[in-house]
């Protein structure tokens, strides 16, 4: 059984950074694509970024400059770095990735179980 746990949410003030990660785990032969989307209340998801198992990333435009993903292809885990954050950036960030389990050559889309972020004075 595949799963993806996340960690590293919390409450910061604006200006503060914090780190998210987030860990696949179980019987997995590859991980492709891997990701963080975010949902603030009363607004669809989004995605904040991605980063392909070449090490190719994408970020949203409301975050470029701020937010820096990499990931650890050894323990199949991504990380969020969110420096300067901002209090539109508090919502609930979940991790995705794209996961071949043991035994199968096809990706199925994995998602975390979200943590929250929130920034406020």
């Not at 059984?1 to 998210?20: A, D, K, M, T």
């Not at 009363?42 to 090490?55: D, F, H, N, P, Q």
Request: with cysteine; hydrophobic share 30%; charged share 15%.
């Amino acid at each position: 059984q595949v799963q993806l746990v996340e960690s590293g949410g919390g409450l910061v003030q604006p200006g503060g950074s914090l780190r998210l990660s987030c860990a696949a785990s179980g019987s997995i032969f590859s991980v492709e694509e891997m990701g963080w989307y975010r949902q603030a209340p009363g607004k669809e998801r989004e995605l904040v970024a991605s980063i392909t198992g070449g090490g190719i990333t994408d970020y949203a435009d409301s975050v470029k400059g701020r937010f820096t993903i990499s990931r650890d292809n050894a323990k199949n885990t991504v990380y969020l770095q969110m420096n300067s954050l901002k209090p539109e950036d508090t919502a609930v960030y979940y991790c995705n990735a794209e996961i071949s389990p043991s035994g199968s050559y096809y990706l199925q889309d994995y998602w975390g179980q979200g943590t929250q972020v929130t920034v406020s004075s």
